[in-house]
């Protein structure tokens, strides 16, 4: 069995603690062992925010190494620089395009790095970034939270899980009036990748 | 077979659950929590969030010696403040099964400090029980109320953030009925601790910790994993799973009991192997003792003793010891990035309160503006609010301890400080350890001022319930202790209740509180918007009127933005609107409103 380590990052309040979930348990429902963590600190509160998920035949940490993911979930861009040293040089970061400024630098004390600046850095790790416009498509079906489960219909492409089992992973996860709407989501994400998809 | 994937705190809970656990108490804490509240949710177990953690540890040892078997929770520094009951309890022994789960907090991921609870089961001479992983979790937590009452002792089960935190999968087994016929049995010489038999007690106590040991040499928690020799690795809990990653073909001794060491089990496993290495996190706890046994053994002197550990810092460490060679370097991450604390929420009943004394203490600065001198002083406590120390905010100049500032307050003005000194504590922290401190300062008639913020909640760890909310464990209401009552019946005086989202009103009050000979209490009341998710039409800004100045976003919300341009905007997905209007109330220009309504 093969087997995936994947990071999803964000900022606290964007459900990247749920998209990880849907994933551990969807690889679960796959029969790998699975094992995931998330790194919360105090971020309820709006501050960064990183979980790391692990499946294969067999998994002893629940962290993932530093330059070992296969796949970096980015729900925002400057978490995604933070965080994009986890990848291994051939790992897809898959970055939603949105930029939430922390307050340091609306109030002027810190920058936030230009769109050039975090392509520069995430190459600096990885030749196979993939910014996408998840938030838009998300605020297009009607709810921009939806954003994490079109990132997760966008990942699939890279999951050795079929998406039969991630799609009722999800439906299990959420309640009945979310269901329609996200699984929507979830065929939107992978729309997104179908193009540019191409297996490594 | 059914195979579930949890976390170690609901795997915790699961096996406390079928080992038939009867009653469980807690105060919630960072990694801790979610063990109560995955207990809550199993019908028939009496849960209950205590108001602190030595409170929850009595009310279990109270039900252990009724004979079911009883669990308390909390973190780390929970059990500092539950010392002086588990150190009774640890005295008396039990007779239900008593389970005193205290979770570490290595890395320091929420916590005032990095603490190892390990101490505590040598200090009580009670075994300690730690699991690598959710499974390990489940069945350690089982196994923990057996050993409890075989060998007459509370047992501490010492989970890591990481293990609390991750999740794995466990195959639950067999459930035990939950006990019933509670049933107190009159033994003084056992349970009244009087000189004459606490002396007999503590005989028994040494005694059994030699039993212990001996247990602990052909237990099945503690397991040996035979592969190479030339490496063998002593680990406990997490660090066990990170040294197998990083060494998969060593050979193990997994220690599932770090208290007592069985020490022939130890002594055989360092005889067999080239290099015998203890990796744990935090202190060096076992290779103390096995040090102290006249085992030779390495690790601390080249493993972190601060800091949580992880596959890359175990890995780095052994390659600079040489233990490991031709370790690939490992990318290091992109420097410079604009960091991103945790914030108030947009909303936050604390934000005006924090607003205000920023201002009137010299704190708050418009962008682009020099800092002047800070003024005031403010001593803060445990809770959300203690992020009123970032900024734009600033405010805070002491956190401690759980319920600590009013008596930081009291200790600065009894010292003689020329300024009236300030306390600000949340309205969970106050039923904690608050009121103690109240209590001294009415007493010793300190001259503060005690802000009590009450947004009706424990919003930090994710809204529990407590004496001051009335809401129970399970989220129904109950009775419920007024704040403004006990503050009155504790004999302060000048009580006064504000709205939270007044700022005219809140500022005035600080004034009149910060002038007065005496002591003053102000709660500041209002609601937390994260639990009561009102529904509410976002303010807008006026981009005409605006000049954006910036004055507003001294609130420190993040619902308002400055955008690339420079210009000030709203998100109106965050803003909490009528419900709050703090930047409205701070606009001089009048450039933000209330939506008009469309008929
Ligand atoms: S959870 Fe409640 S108390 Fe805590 S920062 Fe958010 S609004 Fe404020
Ligand atoms: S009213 Fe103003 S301060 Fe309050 S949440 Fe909305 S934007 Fe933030």
């Known amino acids: 069995m093969s087997g995936k380590d994947i990071l999803i990052v964000g900022v606290g309040g964007q459900g990247v603690v749920l998209a990880s979930n849907f994933l551990a348990e969807a ?76 307050l340091s630098v609306t109030l002027g004390t810190e920058t936030y790095p230009s769109d050039q600046d975090l392509l520069d850095m995430l190459s600096a790790f990885s030749t196979n970034i993939r910014l996408v416009p998840a938030t838009a498509a998300a605020a297009n079906l009607g709810n921009p939270k939806m954003v994490n489960t079109v990132l997760l219909g966008y990942a699939s492409r890279w999951l050795d899980i079929e998406p039969g089992i991630l799609t009722s992973a999800i439906e299990a996860g959420l309640p009945e009036k979310l269901r329609k709407t996200n699984l929507a989501a979830f065929e939107t994400g992978r729309d997104l990748a179908a193009g540019q998809f191409r297996q490594e | 077979m059914e195979r579930l994937l949890l976390s170690g705190n609901e795997a915790i809970a699961l096996g406390a659950a079928h080992a038939g656990v009867k009653i469980a108490a807690a105060y919630p804490g960072t990694p801790s929590t979610e ?26 040892t109270g039900a252990s010696y009724t004979g079911v078997r009883a669990m308390a929770c909390m973190k780390h520094v929970g059990l500092n403040v539950a010392a002086d009951a588990f150190m009774a309890a640890a005295t008396t022994g039990v007779r239900g099964g008593l389970v005193i789960v205290s979770a570490d907090d290595p890395g320091i991921h929420s916590s005032q400090n990095e603490q190892d609870s390990r101490n505590y089961a040598r200090l009580g001479k009670v075994p300690c029980l730690e699991p690598s992983d959710s499974q390990e979790a489940y069945d350690f937590a089982r196994a923990a109320f057996q050993i409890s009452e075989e060998f007459d002792t509370p047992v501490l089960l010492r989970p890591t953030t990481r293990v609390c935190h991750s999740k794995s999968i466990v195959a639950p087994r067999e459930k035990n009925p939950i006990g019933q016929n509670p049933e107190f049995r009159h033994d003084p010489g056992k349970l009244v601790m009087l000189p004459g038999a606490a002396r007999m007690r503590w005989a028994k106590i040494i005694e059994r910790l030699r039993q212990l040991s001996l247990y602990a040499e052909t237990s099945g928690l503690n397991k040996i994993i035979v592969g190479k020799t030339d490496l063998g690795i002593v680990a406990n809990g997490i660090s066990y799973q990170y040294a197998r990653e990083v060494f998969p073909g060593a050979s193990f001794l997994k220690l599932g009991i770090s208290y007592p060491l069985p020490e022939k089990l130890v002594r055989d496993f360092a005889g067999q192997v080239g290099r015998p290495l203890v990796i744990e996190e935090l202190d060096g706890f076992i290779e103390t003792e096995l040090r ?38 490992k990318p290091a991450p992109a420097s410079g990035l604009a960091k991103r604390p945790p914030l108030l929420c947009p909303g936050c009943p604390h934000a005006g309160f924090f607003f205000t004394l920023s201002s009137m203490g010299h704190r708050s600065t418009l962008p682009g503006k020099t800092q002047r001198t800070p003024k005031l002083t403010v001593c803060g406590d445990i809770g959300c609010y203690t992020l009123g120390a970032y900024p734009p905010l600033g405010v805070i100049d002491t956190c401690g301890c759980m319920g600590a500032g009013i008596s930081h307050a009291a200790g600065m003005a009894q010292a003689g400080i020329s300024e009236k000194p300030l306390a600000v504590i949340g309205d969970s922290t106050f039923m904690h350890s608050g009121i103690n401190s109240l209590i001294n300062a009415v007493y010793n008639q300190a001259k503060i001022c005690v802000i009590i913020l009450d947004n009706g909640t424990t919003a930090m760890t994710g809204h529990q319930g407590h004496p001051g909310s009335g809401v129970s464990v399970k989220g129904q209401s109950g009775n419920r202790v007024v704040i403004e009552d006990l503050v009155r019946g504790a004999g302060v005086k000048n009580v006064a209740i504000i709205d939270a989202f007044d700022l005219k009103t809140i500022r005035s009050a600080l004034r009149q509180a910060m002038s007065s000979e005496s002591l003053e209490v102000l709660i500041i009341r209002g609601e937390c918007p994260t639990l009561a998710r009102k529904k509410a039409k976002p303010l807008e800004l006026s981009a005409q009127k605006c000049d954006d100045c910036g004055a507003c976003l001294l609130i420190g919300c993040s619902a308002i933005m400055k955008t690339g341009n420079g210009k000030i905007t709203i998100d109106p997905g965050a803003c909490l609107g009528e419900n709050c209007t703090l930047c409205l109330q701070l606009c001089a220009r009048g450039a933000i409103s209330a939506k008009e309504v469309s008929s």
Do not use: C
């Open chain 2, 292 to 329: 102290a046994m006249g085992i030779a053994v390495t690790g601390k002197e080249f493993l972190p003793r601060t800091g949580e550990f992880s596959p890359d810092v175990i890995r780095d460490s052994a390659a600079r010891a040489g233990i490991i060679t031709g370790a690939k370097s």
């Open chain 1, 27 to 102: 690889a679960l429902r796959a029969g790998y062992e699975v094992k995931k963590t998330d790194t919360l600190g105090m971020a309820q509160r709006g501050g960064s925010v990183v979980s790391h998920l692990r499946y294969a035949g067999s998994v002893a940490s629940p962290l993932i190494p530093a330059g070992e993911a296969d796949l970096l979930i980015a729900f925002e861009k400057l978490e995604a620089a933070r965080w994009a040293h986890f990848l291994k040089p051939d790992g897809a970061a898959i970055v939603n395009d949105l930029a939430m400024p922390p």
């Open chain 2, 35 to 60: 063990i109560m509240e995955a207990i809550s949710r199993i019908p028939d177990i009496y849960g209950e969030w205590s108001s602190n953690e030595a409170v929850a540890v009595e009310v279990a």
